[in-house]
């Protein structure tokens, strides 16, 4: 069975196949699943990587011995999957290693409603069941449990359109880059019948990866999506990662759009529809998203990092909507999960509403100059966190919400660790770039003192 302890993850499952991720692994997932959660039916879906039909396949066989019913939707994107946890009512497992490299892939797993399953709310215990059960958890000598194949993406792409409408916009040239991702499955069906030339990139199903990273959030990933833009003349740009929740966008430029920048739209947008509703953000995201919340009679909610803090918060206050810097975006009528579609198509209706570019429509959310992450190796993180504390002491005010942040009117930062990596991670941003760039310097300089 290997160490799964090693694979499984704070909030999935991720690993390299077969040598940390088999068959015979994802089959004891599968029973162990079905008893942890107490399902009676099960939906999976898988994304478009060689080893995900197999993986997921076995999955289903573990489930069925658990007597469990199974609705596979086969091909589809992680919205996908949420969509259909949400609709159908039941939990759900998405095979996908999302934008890691082709030798990975991995689980996403939810309760019914789309209600997400990490270290302290299941997983740990599917882990410890799993290990327990070994190679034996298909047992019996027939599958007892249904399987119901069903094709979703019908359903998934009306759903969006219910809730974004983009039948009235003006034409619009988009170019997609799917990064030969689960968007080059989803984005036809979505797109389909509405006011938009679309010029794909990469759509075919392909989990090698045979173009580029299916991570946007790398600039290099980037640079066929912008010179698509420029040479079709292309009203904007989405990029999308491997299991396609995750949406970049670049403007008719082809410069890349601030996801703080896109958090704001989609905020005020969401904020016309529910008035005073609570919006979320994390604490890296630019000051200018709660500023923008408040002027629209929004209640912004300041959180940690990370998915599981995001959906926490949202299900707590009941918010309307939540953005990451990452490029993640959660919607309350989504079943408070994430979609990057769901992102874009807010940004399409926004655009093809009125008539400016896009460059002129973002501008008024991007308030404030921003250094971007910011990563430093360094063995001695508690020494490096004491020395900027020290540095900065009477010169903002400080918060350890997650690491360690600085604000001062006109500047702020967060310094904070990776949860996987011997890495600070550093974010500023101030209303000027040189101000912005002497506070980074700082910060920078003193951590990789330490470090040396």
Known sequence: MGDLAKIFKAYDVRGVVPDELDETIAEAVGAAFVEVTGAASVVVAHDMRESSVPLSAAFVRGARSRRADVVHAGLGSTDLLYYASGSLGLPGVMFTASHNPARYNGMKMCRAGAVPIGGETGLTAIRDRAAELAGTAGGASEPFGA??????????????????????????????????????HTVPAVFDGL?????????????????????????????????????????????????????????????????????????????????GATVIHNLITSRGVPEIVTEHGGVPVRTRVGHSFIKAEMARTGAVFGGEHSAHYYFRDFWFADSGMLAAMHVLAALGEQRRPLSEVVAAYSRYHASGELNSAVADQGAAFAEVRRAFEGRGETDELDGLTVTAPDWWFNLRASNTEPLIRLNAEAADEGTMKAIADEVLAIVRRVSE
């Not at 290099?220 to 904007?236: F, H, K, P």
């Not at 966008?249 to 947008?269: K, M, Q, Y």
Request: charged share 25%; proline share 8%; with cysteine.
């Open 195 to 275: 006011p938009i030339e679309l010029t794909p990139l990469y759509f075919e199903l392909d989990g090698t990866f045979p173009n580029h990273e299916a991570n946007p959030l790398e600039p290099q990933n980037l640079v066929d999506l912008q010179r698509a833009v420029a040479e079709t003349g292309a009203d904007l740009g989405l990029a999308f990662d491997g299991d396609a929740d995750r949406c970049w966008v670049v403007d008719e430029r082809g410069a890349s759009v601030s996801p703080s920048a896109i958090t704001a739209l989609v905020a005020v947008r969401e904020l016309a529809k529910h008035p």
């Open 147 to 184: 399987l119901i194949e069903k094709d979703l993406l019908p359903g998934y792409a009306h759903h969006l359109r219910t809730l974004v409408d983009l039948s009235g916009i003006r034409p619009l040239k988009v170019v997609v880059d799917a990064g030969n991702g689960m968007a080059g």
